[in-house]
């Protein structure tokens, strides 16, 4: 586990401690059981980005709260220079940059995907809330959605809604890069 995810990690259970939850009580809000919870407070899993939104809707946080233990400060515009987003290796093979981590009150989290071919064997498919868009940079995307299998290239765009369970791999033996933008769903905020 990273040294990163495991800050993250320690965060997570910081802020759940300070909201006076359990975490049992944070499972089951979250929907997940606890032993999976635990694993990812205790940085023996790798946490979905999916959980991590919840997490932080849960916990009443911003996103970057929990990914660098710092609150977003900007609120005009946010501008994140080639290379310099936040970037999360959420397993290895498979990372993601957040392109907006330091605006405020977002409706929309920006990040840059990047997927290496052989390391994302192992996709598993997520659920989250919202409305999704990827956008492919670089490379082939294979998108897994409920049961559709969908292959796309660069300049390709998929719209769709993150309630089915999907997942994103790279194919043909080459790294993927797309961009993504996760819009939040405000009316599922507790």
């Known amino acids: 586990m990273s040294d990163i995810m495991s800050e993250i990690a320690e965060r997570i259970r910081e802020i759940r401690e300070s909201c006076e939850m359990t975490r049992e009580e944070a499972a089951e809000r979250l929907h997940i059981p606890l032993e999976k919870y635990t694993s990812y407070e205790d940085a023996k899993s790798d946490i979905p980005i999916s959980v991590l939104y919840e997490m932080a809707r849960l916990f009443k946080v911003d996103l970057t709260d929990l990914l660098t233990g710092k609150p977003p400060r900007l609120q005009s515009y946010c501008l994140v220079r080639n ?8 397993y290895k093979g498979y990372s993601f940059q957040s392109l907006a981590f330091n605006f405020k009150n977002k409706k929309v989290e920006p990040l840059l995907v990047t997927i290496e071919p ?6 598993s498919l997520v659920t989250h809330p919202g409305q999704e868009f990827n956008y492919v940079l670089e490379g082939k995307l294979k998108i897994i959605l409920g049961g559709t299998e969908i292959e796309m290239s660069k300049g390709d765009s998929i719209y769709f809604d993150p309630t089915i369970p999907h997942g994103q791999m790279a194919v043909n033996g080459e790294k993927a890069k797309f961009l993504t933008i996760i819009l939040h769903d405000d009316n599922t905020k507790e």
């Open 83 to 90: 290379g310099e987003g936040i970037e999360i290796e959420r």
């Open 118 to 123: 052989e390391e994302n064997k192992k996709m």
